[in-house]
């Protein structure tokens, strides 16, 4: 080696079939090349820690938004309706009783033959295991004496939160969704709120009376609008439970006992009715443990719409309000 001009370094490489002597230049970095890459180091560091940063700031959100529990009766309600399965309770109730902001669970009880002590103490005791409240969860069987699809609307007088969530034994949704859509329904607390849209629509006019045809989740999902949201997994004020019970018209609640079907529809109508408004959609990804219910059923769809028929003639109008808003949980969707 031996030193070359411009400020630089020559290396002599020799090849092994001959002598002849290879040049191969290495120049110095010309002056305020080093202050680059500096630079460059600290913008990318820079950036870095500003990523980190963010990303702590929406795990602090997401903790501050799912791990604190409101003050007593702010929280909300689970009624759960129930039939002969009590495999499919408990499995219920161990995941509710794990949401945020759940105070109490009541259990609308309608078979022949009361609720045996060991169940009660088991779903209690599941209750407490897996509640994240400080104050435990309040578990308590309404017993009915009646079979009948109104029981799940029927009137609790002793309920101390505002917001009930209806819910049905066989469906399981996450917390995160259970919490969002509690949080919809505290920014409209006269509105139902819930996961199952539903739509109705204006079929045909005959002998001068208005025909409508119930349209089901394809429908929904097709044109992007609903009217109604299914009490199977819905928020709504527990002021609807004495309006149901007590000043419905009781004929629809009859239609209801006798056909077993359709109360949801009569709880869409009531709400409805008195707000004017619609109901309100979330998003959130639902998981049926059960078997398939009435909704399989063949003539399903026909009966539903006779309902549609029968409740708008008996409230003088149709109250069902259409729209194609649908809340979604924007920290977990990269799409809107």
């Not at 104050?135 to 004496?145: A, Q, S, T, V, Y």
């Amino acid at each position: 080696m031996k030193g070359g001009g411009g400020g630089g370094f020559r290396l002599l490489f020799f090849s092994s079939g001959n002598s002849r002597r290879i040049p191969l230049k290495l120049r110095q970095l010309p002056a305020g090349s080093s202050f680059k890459i500096k630079l460059l180091l600290f913008w990318c560091v820079a950036f870095a820690l500003l990523f980190v940063l963010l990303l702590l700031l929406l795990c602090c959100r997401a903790s501050h938004y799912s791990g604190s529990s409101p003050p007593p009766g702010r929280g909300y309600t689970i009624v759960m309706n129930t039939w002969k399965r009590n495999d499919l309770l408990k499995q219920s109730v161990v995941h509710y009783a794990s949401c945020v902001g759940v105070e109490s669970i009541r259990i609308v009880w309608s078979e022949h033959n009361h609720p045996s002590e060991s169940l009660r103490h088991a779903l209690w005791q599941a209750a407490q295991l897996n509640c994240k409240s400080c104050n435990g969860i309040e578990l308590k069987f309404d017993i009915n004496e009646e079979d009948s699809l109104n029981n799940r609307f029927k009137e609790i007088t002793d309920i101390k939160t505002d917001a009930i969530f209806s819910i049905d034994d066989d469906v399981l949704f996450p917390c995160t969704s259970v919490e969002l859509a509690f949080s919809a329904w505290q920014s409209a607390p006269t509105a139902m709120v819930g996961f199952v849209p539903r739509m109705h629509w204006l079929d045909k006019m005959k002998e001068n009376k208005e025909r409508y045809t119930y349209g089901g989740w394809w429908s929904v999902w097709w044109t992007g609008t609903y009217s109604m949201v299914l009490s199977k997994a819905a928020f709504f004020h527990k002021k609807y439970l004495d309006l149901y019970t007590n000043h419905m018209p009781a004929s629809i609640r009859h239609y209801v006992t006798k056909y077993r079907n359709c109360e949801d529809i009569a709880m869409s109508f009531l709400v409805a009715n008195v707000t004017g408004a619609p109901p309100i959609w979330v998003k959130g990804k639902i998981f049926e443990i059960g078997s398939t219910g009435i909704s399989s059923v063949g003539g399903h769809s026909e009966r539903r719409s006779q309902c549609l028929d029968l409740f708008a003639q008996l409230y003088g109008n149709m109250p069902l309000v259409a729209t194609s808003m649908k809340v979604i949980d924007s920290r977990h969707s990269w799409f809107w």
